[in-house]
């Protein structure tokens, strides 16, 4: 028989009761307390609370604000809410958090499901945005997996979640989380989200797109609308679903859009996306050079361009960075074609061993298995076992069965190429080119490597001629010189393709004539033609040889394309630049640029230079330009041969742009058969004229075909040859009248 309870005993109880509920309640406010106070872990400060650290993509920006590029760890860029559109908005909040703007971090109904749901067994989501923005912006380690972990983190997250919710409001909230989440395929943040899956910017999401990109934070494989679209496409639809229920959609727009497909423009996400790739690594290396040279920092800590979003506004032209890329594409793929054919019947390697051990010995598989200690033996028989490889083509990459020695000598005979556009008033690079596939080849050909320039560093030494009195109309007997050296062989150069008789200076140029370059340097000697080129901004060596008269030197595409600016801006040197300025994430400016020009001629022998370039397109080597390719435009150029065709060279100026184009293998001593198949106007002038005649199609880019302007006060050199045989006629005609 049950003992029925005094009042006594039930007064007791319940005492019991309220003891042990007061007392859990301060336990639980305690252990918050302990929380807050970074007892169980430490959580962020004040401080870090107004300023969360996230992995931000830097941006490399075009002249217009366009993205070129970017560096970073995770592919994040972050924006402002107005950048949002509202569709994301309304799916984030019907599926995640539906009581967002009514909570305060914490969303206690929800949350104490949670609790009772784990208990039996079931996995229930119940962050808030806010809580799940805590765990994305401060948890390094990511979600626990271990239960009482997990229960613990839980609790930190409500922690941050109330300083987040009192230091910012609902709309910054929302933004903070939409730029911090991971949507897959190295897409972080709603931008890059935007733009990885369809090619478009925040602002510009359909409700279908804004669902579907939601519905991928569910589970990042699982809804990948890359991986499993069919999936992806149904959670699209739920969640379109949970906007109607929420009021946030119209029950017809959403019948609508579950009928559409996903439509995704895919455009995977790596380091190497992006146009300029070469630039962009080139202009990585620098920008750590200037902030570490001028001790920029963040508050004492170098910045990192991979994590901390800065953004590098740069001189580059898209368009004009795209079509250098497509005028390479478009004609390498003809000319590696007709390189093969002229070997093809021979040995390439014959004789060769010595550059083919080198190439083995630089290769990253070399290095790799150095490292791994395997022996040389061993590393050898590696070199000539056949192995699955990726190897570049014009025709795309392929997977194939190769030894990698084998694949070392195909790489040997593979074509390179690099290009350079700049305006020359200005000294902005607008184009920039620096190699065929940054992917297979990461060293930059424009800037970081110098090849033999041949008949380009011609006109230096013209220069000097004219600047010493020469007229471009000066006749000159094509026939030998030999220049004596003092302590040295004398120096008669070769000469292949020689006029007869007696030419003038200009049609010498112009049909690229050894012996009257050789005869010029032996007037005005080795040290000013030296000292000129170092003035235009030839920062590699120049000895004062005789043989620099033929470019005997190596230079970079680079220094070339700046010292060819030099004709084209009235004699002044502007040294190319790239960057405007560089900014941090908040928009403060941390460094910027001007250009310095500099004066390296004079303004008269700089035109008389113009009329004798524009003489060498054409009545010369450059006639291809116009004839054969239909670039009409007042354009001056060189084109340049280095000794055994191993180097092709053609350097084109307009009055605002000027441009350099190098063509070789990577080891001089692959070469072309015959100079008709590798000289510079066949190897090097082709990819300038499609770089050209896309630039002039686009009326937007506003590139003049408009003729030099000659100096105002007129020109006292007779660059005219009419009017300066007329001049010599004159004296010998009153010679002979007595006068």
């Not at 300023?51 to 994040?76: C, W």
């Not at 405007?580 to 910027?592: P, Q």
Request: glycine share 8%; proline share 4%; with cysteine.
């Amino acid at each position: 028989m049950n003992k029925q309870l005094s009042k006594e005993d039930i007064r007791k109880y319940n005492f019991g009761l309220w003891k042990l509920l007061i007392g859990g309640i301060v336990v639980f406010a305690l252990f918050i307390m302990a929380i807050g106070f970074g007892v169980f872990g430490t959580l962020p400060s004040f401080r870090d609370i107004e300023h969360p650290k996230s992995n931000q993509a830097s941006e490399v920006l075009d002249d217009e604000n366009k993205v070129l590029g970017t560096y970073f760890i995770q592919n994040r860029s972050n924006i402002s809410y107005q950048e949002i559109s509202p569709n994301v908005i309304n799916a984030l909040i019907a599926t995640e958090d539906i009581r967002f703007k009514e909570h305060s971090g914490i969303d206690f109904k929800r949350t104490f499901t949670i609790f009772l749901y784990a208990l039996v067994g079931k996995k229930q989501g119940g962050s808030t945005i806010t809580q799940q923005l805590a765990l994305n912006l401060f948890s390094e380690e990511g979600r626990q997996k271990n239960f009482a972990k997990r229960i613990l983190q839980k609790f930190q997250e409500w922690v941050i979640a109330v300083k987040l919710e009192r230091n910012y409001t609902k709309e910054e909230i929302l933004v903070m989380y939409l730029n911090t989440v991971d949507f897959g395929n190295q897409a972080y943040g709603i931008k890059s989200a935007a733009r990885v899956y369809f090619d478009t910017t925040p602002d510009k999401l359909t409700v279908a797109q804004s669902a579907t990109l939601i519905g991928i934070l569910k589970g990042i494989s699982r809804y990948s609308p890359t991986r499993n679209p069919d999936r992806s496409l149904a959670r699209r639809n739920t969640i379109m679903g949970l906007m109607v229920k929420a009021d946030l959609l119209d029950e017809q727009k959403y019948e609508t859009e579950k009928e559409k497909p996903l439509g995704l423009h895919f455009t995977a996400a790596t380091v190497n996306d992006g146009i300029a790739p070469y630039f962009r690594a080139v202009l990585k290396t620098d920008i750590k050079r200037i902030f570490q040279e001028r001790n920029i920092t963040n508050n004492g800590v170098p910045y990192d361009l991979d994590r901390d979003g800065l953004k590098i506004y740069t001189t580059l032209n898209y368009d004009m960075q795209t079509y250098a890329e497509e005028a390479q594409r478009e004609y390498m793929k003809i000319l590696q074609a007709s390189f093969d054919k002229s070997w093809k019947g021979r040995n390439p390697f014959k004789g060769k061993e010595l550059q083919i051990d080198q190439g083995i010995k630089r290769s990253d598989r070399y290095k790799a298995l150095q490292t791994e200690g395997k022996s040389e033996e061993e590393i050898m028989k590696d070199f000539n076992t056949p192995t699955r490889l990726n190897i570049f083509t014009w025709k795309g990459d392929i997977d194939t069965l190769m030894k990698p020695i084998d694949s070392v000598k195909y790489y040997k005979m593979l074509l390179r190429n690099a290009m350079m556009a700049m305006d020359p008033q200005t000294g902005f690079v607008k184009a920039w080119v620096g190699g065929i596939s940054y992917e297979h080849f990461k060293y930059d050909q424009v800037k970081m490597g110098t090849r033999q320039v041949g008949s380009t560093a011609k006109p230096f030494t013209y220069a000097v001629a004219i600047e010493n009195g020469y007229s471009p109309c000066y006749k000159v007997l094509n026939e030998p010189v030999t220049i004596e050296i003092p302590g040295s062989p004398a120096w008669t150069p070769k000469s292949s393709g020689t006029v007869p008789g007696y030419i003038t200076l200009q049609k010498a140029l112009a049909l690229s004539q050894n012996y009257i370059a050789a005869y010029l340097m032996k007037q005005v000697g080795p040290t000013a033609v030296a000292t000129l080129a170092k003035k235009m901004g030839i920062t590699s060596d120049v000895p004062a040889y005789p043989s620099i008269a033929l470019g005997s030197f190596d230079a970079s595409v680079y220094d070339m394309v700046g010292a060819y600016s030099v004709f084209a801006n009235k004699g002044v040197w502007t040294k190319p630049s790239y960057i405007v300025r560089i900014e941090d994430k908040n928009g403060v400016v941390l460094y910027s640029e001007k250009p310095i020009p500099k004066p390296a001629m004079n303004e008269e022998v700089a035109y008389v230079m113009t009329r004798m370039l524009r003489g060498v397109i054409t009545n010369g080597t450059g006639w291809r330009l116009a004839s054969k390719y239909g670039v009409k435009a007042a354009i001056g150029g060189k084109t340049g041969t280095t000794q055994n065709n191993s180097d092709g060279w053609f350097m084109g100026i307009s009055p605002q742009l000027v441009a350099g184009v190098w063509t070789g293998c990577e080891d001089r001593a692959f070469h072309f058969t015959s100079t008709a198949g590798g000289d510079g106007a066949t190897t090097a002038l082709p990819i300038f004229a499609g770089f050209m005649k896309r630039v002039y199609a686009n009326p937007k880019l506003k590139i003049s075909q408009a003729d030099f302007v000659a100096p105002k006060d007129g020109v006292s050199i007779t660059f005219d040859c009419d009017k300066y045989q007329e001049q010599e006629q004159k004296p010998e005609a009153e010679e002979k009248l007595g006068f």
